[in-house]
């Protein structure tokens, strides 16, 4: 019985169609382009759930995602909540002034230091998935040097579908709610303009997911550069 994303991720591998893209990410501005099958987009999402369970964080602890709130379809943002779902962790989307057991941060992480957060991990979101190019101050842990040595596999045991995985101001969804969300559309490749942390998890991630589809993310102001991506990247109208 399917009671995550997670599940379906794992079975549209199984089915064969793992080395089919998933998510293609363009920053129009730059022109740097990422793109992830599922299969690589699964090895992402297994080596940040090992790193968020050596960091102890596990089901039920709220991992606050400030990085969904400043770059809410990055393909790492996408990585980082499919990883706390994974392990059963609550994406803390919200405004969140207690104690939670994990930061999440971007390139911006100056500031962050004394957080009320158990740890602070701040990612340099660079294209090729590198670190920063200087070192971090002490109690804030650079991503990428972090994940980079984790097993490609999560052998965790699997949430309950009950676990509360995404909160907000608005919202509050279990890891069962989440398998559901664009159930039954059509398996498109759909063009993705992010804009608030929960309506574009929910395009950029559950959707392409809980149908089998795949999305086109795109930042940036480009207005040509984005109409050539319908045509360079198949998208569905």
């Not at 100056?110 to 998935?129: F, K, Q, V």
């Not at 999560?154 to 159930?183: H, I, K, M």
Request: with cysteine.
């Amino acid at each position: 019985m399917v009671t995550s994303i997670a599940d379906r991720l794992d079975a549209r591998i199984r089915d064969g169609r793992g080395g089919e893209p998933l998510i293609t990410y363009y920053d129009l501005g730059s022109g740097e382009r990422t793109e992830l099958s599922a299969v690589t987009f699964s090895n992402w999402v297994a080596k940040t759930a090992n790193l968020l369970q050596e960091l102890a964080v596990g089901e039920n602890d709220v991992v606050r995602l400030k990085l969904s709130q400043r770059h809410p379809g990055h393909w790492v943002t996408l990585v980082w909540e499919a990883a706390c779902w994974r392990v059963g962790a609550t994406v803390g989307a919200a405004a969140q002034t207690g104690r939670v057991a994990a930061l999440i941060v971007g390139p911006d992480w100056s500031g962050y230091e004394t957080s009320t957060a158990a740890d602070i991990i701040a990612c340099s979101l660079h294209p090729l998935g590198l670190g920063f190019a200087d070192e971090l101050p002490t109690g804030v842990l650079d991503y990428a040097l972090e994940v980079r040595g984790q097993p490609d596999a999560y052998s965790g045991p699997p949430p309950s579908g009950s676990t509360t995985a995404w909160v907000d101001e608005a919202r509050s969804l279990t890891l069962a709610e989440l398998a559901e969300v664009g159930a039954g559309e059509a398996a498109l490749r759909r063009l993705v303009r992010p804009t608030d942390p929960w309506s574009t998890a929910k395009a950029a991630l559950l959707t392409p997911i809980n149908t089998g589809g795949s999305i086109v993310i795109a930042v940036g102001d480009d207005s040509a550069g984005l109409s050539r991506l319908y045509e360079t990247e198949l998208v569905d109208r």
